[in-house]
T-cell receptor, first 114, second 112 residues
Framework: NAGVTQTPKFQVLKTGQSMTLQCAQDMNHEYMSWYRQDPGMGLRLIHYSVGAGITDQGEVPNGYNVSRSTTEDFPLRLLSAAPSQTSVYFC?????????????FGPGTRLTVL | QKEVEQDPGPLSVPEGAIVSLNCTYSNSAFQYFMWYRQYSRKGPELLMYTYSSGNKEDGRFTAQVDKSSKYISLFIRDSQPSDSATYLCAMRRAGNNRKLIWGLGTSLAVNP
């Protein structure tokens, strides 16, 4: 049981490049989300999904796109990378969005935009 | 003013000490209170979750909520070097589609 997996672990991009951060879970969870974690800012929600085909914006969605074509996968796309997107990105999943359902986090992707 | 305030530390204690970690909050509507532990270069993992006021105990960990003071605490008894991590509090209101509000985390080092 792998839980929540994220690839890559590390990435360096140049300003203006695009890329996709991959996230997958094998727990058949409905709810998946993307956070970024920055010093002094804490964890901030970027986008989330309550099921395949359904996504919505979080607190800081600008510059990011998501899609959810399957229950298992929830990729995060950076359309045109900017230095302000340098951060650690975490994917998380839970059975539902209810607070009583434990949210499981992946190991993170450390992204640097030059 | 942030909705959730948490002293970033770092907090350094000797092995076996009792550790007290705290968060204060401003929104009296918060009903669900969580503590996450995050090891260096890892994702957060849920330690404990409490609904409304009161205490909850799980092994060496006790979570306490004081809604009248808008103050929550996590106590760690008999602290171990393996408890060295950043501890994040998070909370949310009752009802559907309520987002989690996170503290910035307190860095804890337990020295052998």
């Amino acid at each position: 049981n792998a839980g929540v997996t994220q690839t890559p672990k590390f990435q360096v991009l140049k300003t203006g490049q695009s890329m996709t951060l991959q996230c997958a879970q094998d727990m058949n969870h409905e709810y998946m989300s993307w956070y970024r974690q920055d010093p002094g800012m804490g964890l901030r929600l970027i986008h989330y999904s309550v099921g395949a085909g359904i996504t919505d914006q979080g607190e800081v969605p600008n510059g990011y796109n998501v899609s959810r074509s399957t229950t298992e996968d929830f990729p995060l796309r950076l359309l045109s990378a900017a230095p302000s997107q340098t951060s650690v990105y975490f994917c998380a999943s839970s059975r539902t969005r209810e607070v009583t359902d434990t949210q499981y986090f992946g190991p993170g992707t450390r992204l640097t935009v030059l | 003013q942030k909705e959730v305030e948490q002293d970033p530390g770092p907090l350094s204690v000797p092995e076996g000490a009792i550790v007290s970690l705290n968060c204060t909050y401003s929104n009296s509507a918060f009903q669900y209170f969580m503590w996450y532990r995050q090891y260096s270069r890892k994702g957060p993992e849920l330690l404990m979750y409490t609904y409304s006021s009161g205490n909850k105990e799980d092994g060496r960990f006790t979570a306490q909520v004081d809604k009248s003071s808008k103050y929550i605490s996590l106590f760690i008894r008999d602290s171990q070097p393996s408890d060295s991590a950043t501890y994040l509090c998070a909370m949310r209101r009752a009802g559907n589609n309520r987002k989690l509000i996170w503290g910035l985390g307190t860095s804890l080092a337990v020295n052998p």
